[in-house]
């Protein structure tokens, strides 16, 4: 095993006592004592979520870059269960013709083949956060927390104590975020200063802002507004909430829904959570969505930190092109045009959900669902899941 | 148009010479006049109103003056001295730089307008003071060390300007704009003779006061620009800002001829540009410009922009003064100054900052504001090589230039802060002296009716939510123009300027991109790191960028600045190859 800090290649015996023989620090984790990662693994793992140290990040995305690469290391045995499924059905042929032997290997294989494929097909994660938690913390003690790690600063006071007139102004666009850890990931990596751009939670954060810029928001007419959350029950309803809750958005902008849901799951497999509770169609779910939801989750932590940047960069160059087109092809009438919203339903049905019309009904006019934000190009290298899948 | 040198010390006078003849494209006159123990030269296109028609002289005084004033005077040269002494008068505008010798205080006097659109540069080398209005005139002294002045360069790598008052070669400063400086016995006292200041006005509180304000003092400022031309040119984007002067030129009954800027089909505002000439029945030239047409201006552009200037506009501009140019036009106006003043949409991403700010603890505002030029701050590991770094020196005071903006005590409000170092910085020592030089580059006065003093000082008076009124950018010059032009234009949300510059340098200037910032030259030059400047190249972004812009404008910015360091470090200065 290599030591991640002198890069000395050292043997099993000769770093018993956890430490490198060259260096004399020690190691965080010893696979051969029966710790599912290796130093070497963990420091891979930071250097993709903070873009070789240039983004900020959150444990969660480690969380998840952690369990894609032990996933990534149990589907290698593919080309194991092609060779075992062959062996078996060469036993079978065997025991068919009556020998015994090769039925008692058939026995020992079958079993085999059927847990490789159980390995094939599993899309929970195979590392539960508590466990995590641990080896994180290991992590930590033996080489100290990242630079670029997100760490929340105490907040003292709103700004406005500072600066009067901020509260007078507006922004272009709004990102709303089912959790806080989303808002500090976009936040932390400058996000709002390069899209004139107000980033909150859905549930107040951050606190000392929050109100300031929600009624910042209101002095907008033609805001933007895109809503980007997990595929959980409270993040897929999070897009309808904000166009219909006269808190938040009701008759003065229509959402575009950016965020995770059930009809992006396919290159996340082996990193869905199980979902604890029965989920029922509407406030922006469909039947279709329900029966998945009542099964897993997916975070939106799953996808590297930063993926998701980049996607919300595309999502807002997309509204922005569409704008761009719209003033060329017509003529609009004066700054205090409110946008009309029903003039101009968006499909919010996308991949899924042909059913649950009553959703539907509600989701034209208000809302507009911007699938390709993830999902589109995931084949791709720099797809929406890291070519993971 | 028009230049100015000179020398205060035991200099041969064929220096002032060679200091004019380093700047024959500024006029096809000059004239040298001096006295004991000091010299004036100045060159200028006679023939052209406005301008001072030689050094003038009376009694022991010389006073040599470049540009024009707003509004204009027969003489500039003449009048300086009265509108500058014993105090400088309160309403001096225009675009000059000045010089004036009273041979019998033994006293130089210089000046720069309030704005910097003119340039003046100063050196002291063995024991003998030389100013000029150009860098290169300073380098054609014999003997003056040409060494590049690293802490400037880092500066450019983050404003892609060099701001205040040093400049990329040791030992050669730049008076800042609204600056007088007196040399006296040897030592020169710098002083500065305007700024803005805020003083809300609470009659601007009713809009209609406002909007009548404002659109009386545009209109002056364009009024006070005509300089007796038959016909001018206007270079309309279709933004509100060049489209309110041309409806004002339209207005004082000016022949106008705009000129807009084409790059195919990746035009952003094309179509608005050709909506307001059509309204207002003025004659639109389409530039079409695309990356191969860089490549031969390139070296020519490099020299006449004098210091090394970063973003990648100034391509295309190049090529709109070389039309107007070549339409038979002596002087253009522009819309530039719009954002400044009014509250473009440079406030949002600092208004931004400054409310989700302080949650991680790491960025100041002056921070936040460098990051906002989207250059090589923060990427000082990745680009500079452990060579340029040491000659750095450390973290420079590229903050220091913001603080007295943006912690500024006596203006009450955040957008206002912003807006002074916007005008300050980005204003005046990027945008009107590159686009001054530009437009001289091609024989062109550039005219900036929005950097007018008396609207400057108007635009401090306003209520801030004038200017920026929700998300609504440069609200109080749309209550102007707003039944005077189409709405689609008054209204219309600004994205800004796009120059695809990414698919130029990747694409038609590829080769000579490649030859500036190829492997030989970077190890010839040995300041920043092959392999950051080869990802570039070769179409790669910074991890955390994902806008494709941003490869070409960082590109764009570094062969700038090699092409700058070969002609102005390697060359002296003097005209390069490929230079017309």
Redesign the interface.
């Given at each position: 095993m290599k030591c991640i800090r002198c890069g000395h290649d050292c043997k099993f015996k000769e770093r018993e006592n956890g430490v490198c023989p060259s260096c004399n620090r020690r190691f965080a984790f010893e696979p051969r004592k029966g710790d599912p990662v290796s130093d070497a693994l963990f420091d891979a793992a930071i250097k993709s979520v903070s873009?070789?140290g240039?983004?900020?990040w959150g444990v969660e995305s480690l969380y998840y870059d952690v369990c894609r690469r032990l996933y990534r290391g149990k589907r290698k045995p593919v080309g194991c269960l092609v060779i075992v499924g062959i062996i078996c059905a060469v036993l079978l042929t065997g025991a068919v013709l009556g020998y015994a032997a090769l039925a008692l290997g058939l026995i020992v294989l079958v079993p085999l083949f059927f847990w490789l494929l159980f390995v094939r097909l599993r899309c929970v994660v195979w590392l539960t956060q508590e466990k995590f938690n641990k080896l994180y913390d290991r992590w930590l003690a033996a080489h100290g927390p990242d630079k670029s790690v997100?760490?929340?600063?105490p907040?003292v006071q709103s700004?406005l104590a500072v600066?009067?007139?901020?509260g007078?102004?507006?922004?272009?666009r709004a990102i709303i975020c089912d959790r806080a850890r989303t808002v500090?990931l976009l936040?932390?990596?400058?996000f709002?200063?390069?899209n004139?751009?107000?980033?909150l939670s859905v549930e107040g954060y951050?606190q000392?802002?929050f109100e300031?810029?929600r009624k910042?928001l209101k002095?907008?007419?033609?805001?933007e507004v895109f809503a980007l959350h997990d595929a959980s029950e409270e993040g897929c309803k999070l897009a309808w909430r904000l166009a219909n809750e006269p808190d938040w958005f009701q008759g003065q902008a229509r959402v575009t829904d950016v965020g995770l849901r059930p009809c992006h799951e396919k290159p996340f497999r082996g990193l869905f959570l199980k979902s604890e509770t029965r989920v029922s169609a509407g406030g922006g779910i469909t039947e279709e969505e329900a029966k998945w939801l009542s099964r897993y989750k997916l975070e939106l932590a799953a996808i590297r930190p930063?993926q998701i940047?980049?996607r919300m960069?595309?999502a807002i160059n997309k509204k922005?092109d569409a704008?761009?087109r719209a003033?060329?092809a017509a003529?609009?009438?004066?700054?205090e045009?409110t946008h009309d919203s029903s003039s101009d339903g968006g499909s919010a049905s996308g991949d899924f959900g042909e059913s649950g019309e009553d959703s539907k009904r509600q989701f034209d006019g208000l809302l507009e669902q911007d699938v390709d934000s993830f999902s589109s190009d995931a084949s791709d290298s720099d797809g929406g899941a890291d070519g993971f899948g | 148009m028009s230049g100015i040198c000179g020398y205060v010390g035991n200099a041969h006078p064929d220096v002032l010479e060679r200091m004019l003849d380093a700047i024959d494209y500024r006029g096809d006159g000059k004239e040298v006049a001096t006295a004991e123990g000091v010299g004036l030269g100045y060159r200028w296109w006679t023939r052209r109103p406005g301008k001072s028609p030689g050094i003038y002289k009376e009694g022991p005084h010389l006073v040599a003056v470049a540009g024009t004033f707003a509004p204009p005077l027969d003489n500039p040269a003449k009048s300086l001295m009265r509108r500058i002494s014993p105090n400088i008068d309160d309403s001096l505008d225009g675009a000059f730089a000045g010089a004036w010798w009273d041979g019998q205080k033994k006293r130089l006097t210089l000046i720069r307008d309030p704005f910097g659109i003119r340039s003046l540069y100063h050196a002291n080398h063995q024991g003998v003071f030389y100013f000029a209005s150009e860098l290169k005139q300073l380098l054609a002294i014999p003997g003056i060390p040409a060494e590049p002045d690293f802490v400037a360069l880092h500066k450019y790598l983050t404003f892609s300007f060099v701001p205040g008052d040093a400049v990329p070669i040791k030992g050669i400063h730049r008076l800042l704009a609204g600056n007088s400086a007196i040399l006296e016995d040897g030592k020169l006292g710098i002083a500065l003779y305007f700024n803005l200041e805020e003083r809300i006005d609470p009659q601007f509180e009713d809009q209609k006061i406002a909007a009548e304000v404002i659109g009386t003092s545009w209109r002056e400022a364009v009024a006070k620009r005509l300089n007796g031309e038959s016909e001018v040119g206007l270079f309309l984007s279709g933004g509100i800002d060049s489209a309110g002067v041309a409806y004002f030129l339209k207005r004082l009954g000016v022949k106008t001829r705009a000129f807009t800027l084409d790059f195919g089909e990746r035009s952003v505002e094309k179509e608005q540009a050709e909506c307001v000439a059509k309204k207002l029945e003025i004659p639109l030239t389409h530039v079409r410009v695309n990356g191969s047409d860089l490549s031969p201006i390139l070296m020519d552009l490099v020299w006449k922009l004098d210091l090394p200037f970063g973003d990648a506009v100034t391509g295309p501009q190049y090529l709109l003064c070389k039309a107007a140019r070549e339409a038979s036009l002596s002087a253009v106006f522009n819309g530039e100054g719009g954002d400044q003043f009014f509250g473009g949409w440079t406030n949002k991403p600092m208004i931004s900052a400054q409310l989700f700010g302080d949650l991680y603890g790491e960025e100041s505002s002056e921070e936040l504001y460098l990051r906002s030029y989207h250059k090589f701050y923060g990427l000082e590991e990745p680009l500079y090589s452990a060579f340029f770094k040491d000659q750095v020196g450390g973290p420079g005071t590229r903050r220091a230039h913001l603080k007295p903006y943006l912690q500024h005590e006596g203006v009450s409000t955040f957008l206002n802060r912003v807006r002074l170092a916007d005008i300050s910085l980005k204003g005046s020592q990027n945008i009107l002296p590159r686009a001054e030089r530009i437009s001289n580059a091609w024989g062109l006065d550039a005219r900036v009716p929005l950097f007018d003093r008396a609207l400057a000082e108007a635009s401090f008076r306003l209520p801030t939510q004038l200017k920026l009124k929700g998300a609504c950018e440069k609200f109080v010059l749309k209550l102007v123009l707003q039944n005077k032009l189409p709405p689609e234009i008054v209204w219309r949300r600004k994205y800004g300027m796009n120059v695809p510059i990414t698919d130029w340098v990747l694409g038609p200037m590829r080769q000579q991109m490649g030859e500036l910032l190829g492997l030989d030259s970077l190890k010839r030059r040995g300041y920043f790191k092959p392999e950051y400047v080869q990802n570039l190249l070769e179409g790669r972004n910074d991890p955390h960028e994902t806008r494709k812009r941003r490869i070409g404008e960082k590109v764009w910015a570094l062969a700038m600045l090699e092409a700058w360091l070969r002609v102005f470090v390697d060359g002296r200065g003097k005209k390069p190859g490929g230079a017309t």
């Open positions: 873009a070789e240039q983004l900020r997100i760490v929340r600063k907040q700004p600066e009067s007139d901020l007078d102004y507006s922004f272009d500090d936040l932390a990596n400058h709002h200063f390069e004139n751009c107000a980033v951050p000392g802002p300031t810029v910042m002095r907008n007419p033609r805001l930063e940047v980049k960069f595309r922005i704008e761009t003033t060329a003529r609009f009438g004066g700054f045009t | -």
